[in-house]
């Protein structure tokens, strides 16, 4: 089975804090992504990464950023943390072969005061 | 613009009843569809996967349907258990490999 692990499944920060969210999968993923999602809205990709080393910007980078130095681990940083960056945070991985299924982590609730 | 949206929002059913949750697009090109099932506090979980060329696909109790033409695609659950409590969420992915989501349509089983 596939599996996504998520450093936490709470977390309170104050504003202006650096967070930082892990991801780790253990299935040999290329892809890694990491979403937020929000009452009433779907999912929304903040960045993703096909590669070690590499990332590329979603549909709202702004206010944060990605780091992923090994295959395995996708992490998401927020410089300095706001209370409108409240929201569940999902990781998701892929593999690259037939329809490239997604498979998400069981979420972090992120709250910031 | 692409978009994906989900009827009804939210919706309350007795235990053993059938339902059926619907799913609009508007996306194009059109690569393939998913429902996933996610429960609270959970990631989410995919249910089934439909291409272009797929009418019906079914995974025990929950059957997709997808009508590629009208770019519509129905999730119907059969016998609703209290387990079934959760948000279904669909998913459409473009031909340039982009996946968009719907808001979610939350079903509550109760007893």
């Known amino acids: 089975d596939v599996k996504v692990t998520q450093s936490s499944r709470y977390l309170v920060k104050r504003t202006g804090e650096k967070v930082f969210l892990e991801c780790v999968q253990d299935?040999?993923?290329?892809?890694m992504f990491w979403y937020r999602q929000d009452p009433g809205l779907g999912l929304r990709l903040i960045y993703f990464?096909?590669?070690?080393?590499?990332?590329e910007k979603g549909d709202i980078p702004e206010g944060y950023s990605v780091s992923r130095e090994k295959k395995e681990r996708f992490s998401l940083i927020l410089e300095s943390a706001s209370t409108n960056q409240t929201s569940m945070y999902l990781c998701?991985?892929?593999?690259?072969?037939?329809?490239?299924?997604?498979?998400f982590g069981p979420g972090t609730r992120l709250t910031v005061l | 613009k692409n978009q994906v949206e989900q009827s009804p929002q939210s919706l309350i059913i007795l235990e053993g009843k059938n339902c059926t949750l619907q799913c609009n697009y508007t996306v194009s090109p059109f690569s393939n569809l998913r429902w996933y099932k996610q429960d609270t506090g959970r990631g989410p979980v995919s249910l089934t996967i439909m291409t272009f060329s797929e009418n019906t696909k079914s995974n025990g109790r929950y059957t997709a349907t997808l009508d590629a033409d009208t770019k519509q695609s129905s999730l119907h659950i059969t016998a609703s258990q209290l387990s079934d409590s959760a948000s279904y969420i669909c998913?459409?992915?473009?031909?340039?490999?982009?996946?968009?989501f719907g808001a979610g349509t939350r079903l509550a089983v109760h007893p």
């Open positions: 990464s096909y590669d070690v080393k590499m990332k």
């Open positions: 299935m040999d993923h290329e892809n």
């Open positions: 998913v459409v992915k473009s031909g340039y490999n982009k996946l968009i």
């Open positions: 998701a991985s892929s593999g690259t072969a037939g329809y490239n299924e997604q498979f």
